[in-house]
């Protein structure tokens, strides 16, 4: 993958970004399903995993990165060289979760899932905004920060479900990198699943498809109906 050319001077270039959604509406879904797509991708290539953990009652939401790129250098970089796009994109997720909630959906009933570049922004984002979710899903990601900095974070994930899924080794993320991560968030209270799988390439397999499901039934199978 490539760095996609961003907007150097602009101090939120992701701000004004579409969201892309598919399936029910915000006010009447039980939940939602937040979508991060990775570098050199688009809301729409992600929106495409919202068929293998599709539930008719909920709300798939997808922002889209400007440029296709949520920040320019390796997640692993200095974070002040992701300046202003590191910020600008916490701050797309959070104004897509606070979408959901303004609609009557508490965080409890949202997941947030992505690949590569976007696991990395969610997973960032949901340490860095902890609260009880339905589920965090990063498909090749860990926490965003150079290897000598503390990922740590502070706050309460309250029993969240975790899946970290990756390769190794992976040509973009370090699997000690995600397993740092995995060990973090486990210990602000999520409950987290890690699977290695060894000569993966840069992609999702259908083992981590399935545990995708199994976050959003077990979230969401009984949830009653919201009228």
């Known amino acids: 993958m490539t760095d ?12 004004d970004q579409p969201v892309p959604h598919l399936g029910e509406t915000l006010k009447h879904a039980l939940g939602a ?8 991708g688009t809301a729409d290539d992600i929106l495409s995993l919202a068929g293998e953990m599709y539930r008719p009652e909920l709300a798939y939401l997808a922002p889209q990165a400007a440029g296709n790129s ?3 250098y390796s997640f692993l970089a200095p974070r002040e060289q992701n300046q202003p796009w590191l910020n ?22 949202i997941v947030l899932c992505g690949f590569s570049q976007g696991a990395c922004l969610a997973t960032e984002f949901v340490a860095s905004h902890p609260h009880r979710y339905a589920g965090l899903i990063a498909f090749t990601g860990g926490l965003i920060g150079p290897p000598d900095e503390d990922l740590r974070h502070t706050g309460d994930l309250a029993g969240t479900p975790a899946f970290f899924g990756s390769g190794d080794p992976d040509p ?5 990198r995600v397993q740092e991560s995995a060990n973090i968030l486990a210990g ?8 290695r799988f060894p000569g993966r390439p840069h992609t999702i397999l259908p083992e981590e498809l399935d545990a995708a499901r199994r976050i ?3 979230a969401f199978g009984n949830t009653p109906i919201r009228t």
């Open 4 to 15: 996609a050319a961003l907007e150097p001077n602009a101090l939120d270039p992701h701000r």
């Open 33 to 40: 399903v937040i979508l991060l797509h990775g570098r050199g």
């Open 70 to 72: 949520w920040y320019p």
């Open 88 to 109: 600008s994109a916490l701050g797309k997720v959070a104004a897509t979760v606070k979408q959901a909630t303004d609609a009557g959906i508490d965080a409890e009933n």
């Open 172 to 176: 973009h993320v370090p699997f000690a």
């Open 188 to 195: 602000m209270g999520a409950v987290v699943t890690l699977r």
């Open 216 to 218: 959003v039934l077990d």
